[in-house]
Structures are given as C-alpha cells and as structure tokens.
C-alpha cells in the first residue's frame, strides 16, 4: 500500500513543483514586458526657428529652439517616424501663442515654449505616448 502510495504522490509532487515554477517565470517574463512599456526615452525634435510674439499679437524677433520629447519606449520607432508632424504642429501653434516678454518682447517665455510643445506632441502622437517635453536650449536669431 506504502509502494502504490509512493507511485502516486511523487509524479503528483513534481507536476506541483515543475508548474509552480513554470508559473514564476511566466510571471516574471510579465513584469519585465510591462516594465519595458512604461520606460521612456528622449528623442530629438532638433532646433526649431520659431517667432517670438508679444501678448498684443506683434511680431518681436525670432529664437532657435532646442527640444527633445520624451516618449515610451515602445512608441519611439513611430515618433522618429512621424518627426515632421511633430513639427508642423508647432510650427501651426507658434506663431498665435505669445512667447516673447519684457518691455521690448525680446525675452522669451521659457515655460511657454515648453508647453506649446508638450502640446503638439501630445496632438501629433497621443497622450499615452508623451510623457513629456525639455527644452534644451533657446538662442536669439
């Protein structure tokens, strides 16, 4: 009886062990997929000319832009795909958002630039995809 019994737990015990840990790793292989989907990278937008416009609507200058999106990673092969969208957008906002101040317009609204960015990549690609925008640089023209 002792034998019969023997026979039938141990094959019973090892399917237990071996699914358990067929179960583990699968689980695992989960969190490291998922954990890849919510990483991000940066990507260049590259130097953007864009107006500096005063809060009357007058034109004051130009600034070159520097910028980069921050995006999931698995949306980033898309993103660099679809760049020039990416800045068509701006280009299309740009010119009716006040992004100059000061007395003479000449001083630009770093935060302003951001936003207006953020805000066409949020447009272009979706907002499951950006995370968000940098501003790297501005330089008068």
Known sequence: MQKSLQLLLVPALGLAVGAGGAFAVRVAQLAQESAAQRSSVFIPAGTILLPLVRPDGH???YVNVTTQIEVMTAAQDKVRADMPLLLDAINLRAYRTPLATGADG????????????????????GADR?????IMQVQPT
Do not use: N
């Not at 001083?107 to 066409?120: C, G, H, Q, W, Y």
């Not at 950006?130 to 940098?134: D, E, H, Q, S």
């Open 59 to 61: 034109l004051s200058g």
């Open 106 to 125: 000449q001083f630009p609204r770093i935060e302003a630039f951001r936003k207006l960015v953020l805000e066409s990549a949020i447009a272009t690609f």
């Open 130 to 134: 950006v995370r968000r925008a940098v």
